[in-house]
């Protein structure tokens, strides 16, 4: 059989409430040369039998994965699971509580296939609270709209260095070769900065496409990630981070080195100064939009 165009990656644990949404938003997008991996973190609800039974009923779409003993390894290690598995050279993420819109897969092919030099390409969120009756707000990701930025650029401009939004994993589609120049997703890191640390590697050595379309519906609720993160967990895994991210920088090629040690070193001295943090947050916000 021969490859798909796109491998999307859903990894899940204990989402019995959310994940047939995802899954359905994947099987209704306007695109239909893709390979769904639900890849099983070690579910203990009926999450895996649902994944099992769209596996079964679409054997030639949708295929289960989980490891040994059906551990539980984090979402890191999870993704990376499925990317051992995937055929295809574009790879795309869904988190098991989102929703996709229908033209993302066909919006964001298009264009990787004009833009060759873009390793990845995401869009603006709906951080969606309406399927729960809150309010819903469209947050853009990156430094530049409709456009391509350069590394290390990006990393100095988007979180978790600088201030503009970081992408959500379920809104990226990125080219096999990026995963396998960054080496994956980081397993060590098993919580919120799951994230933070792939997308670091990405802002740091390859260029990145953002777009003001949306494709995704990131749902809010008590169990999301950025609900449970609490601000001493967050300063922890901040600080983790950082220190990896030196290590990171000082054991492989990127440019600007110095500037990327001088970034991290400034973002140390604003974790410790929560007041100092704040204010220099507002007025790198202000010349964003001042000089976007």
Known sequence: MPAPRVSIICPFLDREDFIADAIESVLAQDFADFELLLVDDGSTDSSTA??????????????CLEHEGHANRGTSAARNLG?????????????????????KLTEQIDILDAYAEAAMVCGT??????????TDRLVPSGNVRDGLSPPPRTAFDVYPLGSADMPCPSDVMIRREAVVAVGGWEEQFTGFYDDCAFF????????VWFSSRTWLDYRLHPGSCSATTTSEGYHANRRRFLDWFGD?????TVEDKAGLRRAIARARWELDRPLARRFLTRVRNLRRRLFR
């Open 83 to 103: 990317f051992v598995h995937a055929r295809a050279d574009y790879i795309a993420y869904i988190d098991a509580d989102d929703v996709w819109r229908p033209s």
């Open 125 to 134: 969120v709906n951080y969606w609270r309406s399927w729960g009756g809150g």
């Open 248 to 252: 990171y920088i000082e054991g492989h």
């Open 50 to 63: 649902i994944a099992r039974e769209y596996a079964r009923r679409l054997p030639r779409k949708i295929r």
């Open 200 to 207: 670091a590697k990405i802002f740091a050595t390859l260029p």
